[in-house]
């Protein structure tokens, strides 16, 4: 049976990676409507190519609709837009690629609606992972994680008992500053944070990535997906993003993931799962790669990953709280208003107020959270870019 998709986010990187895995899939996949947020061009570039029934854009949707009309496809605008994509009847598979918090409330709309959700938007799990797949549980909605480290996870834990599970190791590449002393770290400019080693992907993951704050947020993602608590989930530092993810057994075995990076392979990995089909990807020649190596984070240099864990210890809101004022402090950073150390500052100062970590058992409280911990975050900011 042909699988109706729609893509949310197709012009970002995971998008365009998305597009890629369906040209060779013609006999599996419809892709029945795309969104972007704001690159109208390449959104209508895309359209004209692929002919959806229906697109979606956040802002601008006049030109847009000029240009797309004429070929029969309907054109919607902003938030509502996308939520109807969500939840349109024609649509069995809702892939989510779009950029931190635009990304929650069409995976929130999809799951109700009982849509099998491909999930890039890590944020989503993060904030609000208890309720997402408690629903998904409710309505039947699969939920299929895109990430090179979360997909072939969840690939290799589908028939494995959790008690055989010592612990799951998530490799992170380190970003470019992996050799940076604290000092050179306080410096930083945002184009050097934006230059990332190993793979290319919008700039609000690229500074996550950088600060690590993005494996903090896999490690909380992982536990919701993978079915494991946060203490049997670490971090190891991995240069060569090669090694994908480790599974090490209560015997003292362990099993890795390997591959050349590249997001067309977890991607592919989510969509035809549990099969495996030829890929674009690069074969992975280890002759020639020749050293792996590894090493346990730094979380003095790097105080965001274990931000991440203080958050779910925290519980409660707590990482709906870690996520918002991540995000306002990132923004802040690239920006220029403040430096790249003070971005787990301003988190650590919003997560210690008390009004940070209260129940999240509503959509509602968490939303609440959200908008709480972006005002604490901006008061923080506000004081240190008037220390300055
Ligand atoms: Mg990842």
Same mark, same amino acid.
């Given at each position: ?30 892709? $029945? ?19 959806? %029934? ?16 004429? =070929?029969?496809?309907?054109?919607? &605008? ?36 009982? %849509? ?32 090179s480290e ?12 959790? +008690? ?5 190791v998530l490799p992170a590449s380190g970003g470019?500053?992996f ?15 934006? +230059?990332?080693?190993t ?9 996550d990535s950088a600060t690590l704050m993005n494996k903090g947020?896999e490690v ?9 608590? $946060?203490? %049997?989930?670490d971090v190891i530092i991995h240069r060569?993003s090669?090694v994908h993810?480790? $599974? &090490? ?26 099969? %495996? ?17 590894f090493f346990p984070p730094?979380?003095?240099?790097f105080?965001c990953l ?6 779910? &210890? ?26 790249? =150390? ?8 919003? =997560? +210690? ?30 004081? =240190? $870019?008037?220390?300055?």
């Amino acid at each position: 049976m042909i699988k109706r998709v729609a893509l949310l986010g197709s012009t970002g990187s995971i998008g365009t990676n998305t597009l890629r895995v369906l040209k060779g899939l013609p006999d599996r996949f419809e892709l $029945v409507s795309l969104c972007a947020g704001r690159n109208a061009e390449l959104l209508c570039v895309q359209a004209e190519h692929w002919r959806p %029934k229906r697109v979606c854009i956040d802002r601008g949707a006049k030109a847009v609709r000029a240009r797309l009309a004429p =070929l029969g496809i309907e054109v919607l &605008e902003g938030r509502s837009g996308m939520r109807e994509l969500s939840v349109d009847p024609d649509v069995d598979l809702v892939i989510n690629g779009l950029a931190a918090g635009v990304g929650l409330r069409p995976t929130l709309a999809a799951v109700r609606a009982g %849509k099998d959700v491909a999930i890039a938007n890590k944020e989503t799990l993060v904030v609000a992972g208890h309720l997402v797949t408690a629903w998904a549980k409710q309505t039947g909605a699969t939920l299929l994680p895109i990430d090179s480290e979360t997909t072939p996870l969840w690939h290799l834990l589908q028939e494995t008992d959790r +008690d055989d599970v010592k612990r799951i190791v998530l490799p992170a590449s380190g970003g470019p500053f992996f050799d940076h002393t604290r000092e050179q770290m306080a410096g930083v400019s945002p184009a050097e944070a934006l +230059d990332h080693p190993t793979w290319q992907m919008g700039p609000k993951i690229t500074i996550d990535s950088a600060t690590l704050m993005n494996k903090g947020f896999e490690v909380i993602e992982a536990q919701w997906f993978l079915n494991l608590p $946060v203490s %049997k989930i670490d971090v190891i530092i991995h240069r060569q993003s090669i090694v994908h993810c480790l $599974v &090490e057994y209560v015997d003292g075995g362990m099993v890795a993931h390997l591959s050349t990076p590249d997001m067309q392979l977890p991607i592919q990995q989510a969509l035809v799962h549990p099969q %495996k089909l030829p890929t674009q990807v690069e074969p992975l020649d280890l002759a020639r790669v020749g050293t792996l190596s590894f090493f346990p984070p730094d979380t003095a240099r790097f105080p965001c990953l274990q931000l991440a864990y203080r958050a779910v &210890e925290q519980g409660g809101t707590a990482p709906a709280v870690l996520n918002a004022a991540n995000e306002v402090a990132v923004y802040a950073f690239l920006d220029n208003r403040i430096g790249f =150390l003070d971005i787990s500052r301003v988190i650590a100062s919003t =997560l +210690d107020d008390r009004e940070a970590h209260r129940d999240a058992d509503t959509l509602e409280a968490i939303f609440e959270a959200d908008r709480w911990g972006r005002v604490r975050a901006n008061e923080l900011i506000c004081s =240190l $870019v008037s220390q300055k």
